[in-house]
Each structure stands twice: as C-alpha cells, then as structure tokens.
C-alpha cells in the first residue's frame, strides 16, 4: 500500500500549468515540521514537492498561496529524468489525491478593518447553551 498523509504549510505560491491534451496540474511545494527540535533548539523541517491534478489543480491553484497550510494525502512517487548534462536524475513527489485547505479565508482587501469577519460562527448566549 502507497499512501501518505502530510500537514505543512506553503513555502511559495503554488505553479498551474495544462499539459497538452489540456488537462490542469499543479505543484507547490510544503513545509512539514518534525516533531522534535534539533541540537541546536529549533524545529526541524522537511519539504516535499506535491503535484494535485484536474479539478483538484485548479482548485489549489485558485485558493492556495505562499504560507498557507493545508494537509495532504496522496501517494509517493519516484520518477527519473534526463538531465540537460546527460545525468540522470530522480525526483520522489507526493501526488495528491485530497488537498485540504486549513488556513482560513483571508479576510476581503476592500472591506472596512472594523467590519465584522464571517467565521462562520453565530454569538449565542450562555443562557442559550443546553448545559
């Protein structure tokens, strides 16, 4: 079994391109924190290359940008090339198959900085709660 789930964050904004036969793929790039700090006290990061294809592509290409963090899940791949001086070189990529946006909506440029942001939240009072 091949499948992998990752949670980083958006190193830059991600690439959308169309092959030939027209079809939408994406790639960006994530930042994914280990769990523990190095030897010297700060955390330690490991960046893996994702390519989200179709509709999926359009999607994260629409409403992804630099910073953002989603969590990914998808198979890992390794493919090989040739390089422009005759070496081979290989590539190991996440292909995503779901791509969650987890960072929130970015607020609207125009509106006002005291205008109430939409959360999707609704205020309701204590006396309002069941318990």
Do not use: H
């Amino acid at each position: 079994m091949n499948k992998c789930f990752m949670t980083g964050n958006l190193t830059k904004d991600p690439e959308v391109r169309s092959t030939g036969s027209g079809i939408s793929v994406c790639t960006f790039r994530i930042a994914v924190q280990r769990r523990f700090t190095g030897q010297d006290g700060q955390k330690v990061s490991d960046f893996f290359d994702v390519v989200a294809w179709r509709t999926l592509a359009d999607n994260c290409g629409k409403y992804l940008s630099k910073g953002s963090k989603v969590a990914v899940v998808g198979e890992l791949q390794t493919r090989s090339y040739d390089a422009k001086d005759g070496s081979k070189r290989y590539v190991t990529e996440i292909v995503a198959d779901e791509v969650e946006f987890l960072s929130p909506k970015k607020a609207n440029a125009d509106a006002p900085v005291d205008a109430p942001v939409d959360d999707g939240f609704t205020d309701i009072e204590d006396s309002d709660l069941p318990f």
